[in-house]
Antibody, heavy 118, light 111 residues
Framework: EEQLVESGGGSVQPGGSLTLSCVASGFRFSDYYMHWVRQVPGKGLVWVSHINGDGSVIGYGDPVKGRFTISRDNARNTLYLEMRSLRVDDTAVYYC???????????WGQGTLLVVSS | QSALTQPPSASGSPGQSVAISCTGTSSDIGMFNFVSWYQQQPGKAPKLIIYEVTKRPPGVPDRFSGSKSGNTASLTISGLRPEDDADYYCSSYAGSPNLYAFGIGTKVTVL
């Protein structure tokens, strides 16, 4: 079964840092683009970042540019999102998603909640 | 990042059809045939139901169909079933700098 499992969420103060992880199983991880998408509870989805299979192509949404860094370790089947200078409006559930079909995410993790609050 | 425009809610009785619109611009929906739709049940992760405007992933019933005209995409659910009660989000590839736009979501209620 193709599966993604996120971890690393929690509570952090404004200005702090945190790294999220997403472990993939059931498919050849290195073959796929991977994405991070976030959702404020009760609100809509927002694309955060993506990375291609070998890590050579990376993109970020404007709200996180310069503060978040996406990376992957294909040997560990793991996707990361390093988040710095966190703000209250970064509070959200963060999902990782597989880019298994053109311009869409066909496998999603269960999400991990980040709360940024003083 | 500009959000795509969706109606906040839609409803129908079991067996009926419901259509959800998703309006973007000539820089996203109008430019690319990369519109996708996601279904999200409460407390769950989104699930892909349509990609590349009209294609369904394996296992998605053919009751779900997608279309596009100009800057507006649409999702139609035919033969509504109670399990279709969920939030639905559209998304479009939008090119640089913010590569993917999402809609604000439509709550579909099966009466």
């Amino acid at each position: 079964e193709e599966q993604l499992v996120e971890s690393g969420g929690g509570s952090v103060q404004p200005g702090g840092s945190l790294t999220l992880s997403c472990v993939a199983s059931g498919f050849r991880f290195s073959d796929y683009y991977m994405h991070w998408v976030r959702q404020v509870p009760g609100k809509g989805l927002v694309w955060v970042s993506h990375i291609n299979g070998d890590g050579s192509v990376i993109g970020y949404g404007d709200p996180v540019k310069g503060r978040f860094t996406i990376s992957r370790d294909n040997a560990r089947n793991t996707l990361y999102l390093e988040m710095r200078s966190l703000r209250v409006d970064d509070t959200a559930v963060y999902y990782c998603g597989r880019g298994g079909v053109p311009a869409a995410k066909d496998v999603w993790g269960q999400g991990t909640l980040l709360v940024v609050s003083s | 990042q500009s959000a795509l425009t969706q109606p906040p809610s839609a409803s129908g009785s079991p067996g009926q059809s419901v259509a959800i619109s998703c309006t973007g611009t000539s820089s996203d929906i109008g430019m690319f045939n990369f519109v996708s739709w996601y279904q999200q049940q409460p407390g769950k992760a989104p699930k892909l139901i349509i990609y590349e405007v009209t294609k369904r992933p394996p296992g998605v019933p053919d009751r779900f169909s997608g279309s596009k005209s100009g800057n507006t995409a649409s999702l139609t659910i035919s033969g509504l079933r109670p399990e279709d009660d969920a939030d639905y989000y559209c998304s479009s590839y939008a090119g640089s700098p913010n590569l993917y736009a999402f809609g604000i979501g439509t709550k579909v209620t099966v009466l």
